[in-house]
């Protein structure tokens, strides 16, 4: 009978391992999903910033259109300058192309870090 008992002692110090190790698998899966979380809101965060940023580069580039566009009109004798419009076009486009270069790398990341939790978990 004493043999039983410890036979059941040593099942039962096994079983409370095994639980031991799952409960710090569980643990580390869970950190690495809030680790997963704060990312991906630092990334929706950056995200938003840059598409403003967008928005904002192409309302000036239309503003700035606008008013060449308006000084010609106003003035008959005047030439449109094309060349500076174009230059100045050229310039927001990059400025604009910067930024949703930015917005992609962000999205990127986002997509890795996401692949990551997963494989984590």
Known sequence: MHWQ??????KLTQTVCELEEAVLAGG???????????????MNEERKTLEQEVACAKVTANRVAT??????K????KVMPVKQWLEERKI???EMQQLCDKLAVAEAAEHTTKAEAQLKM
Do not use: L
């Open 5 to 10: 008992r410890v036979a059941e002692v040593e």
């Open 28 to 42: 580390a899966a869970a950190n690495a999903v809030r680790d997963y979380q704060r990312k991906v809101q630092e």
């Open 67 to 72: 008013v060449v566009a308006n000084e010609w």
């Open 74 to 77: 106003d003035a008959n004798d």
């Open 92 to 94: 927001f486009q990059r």
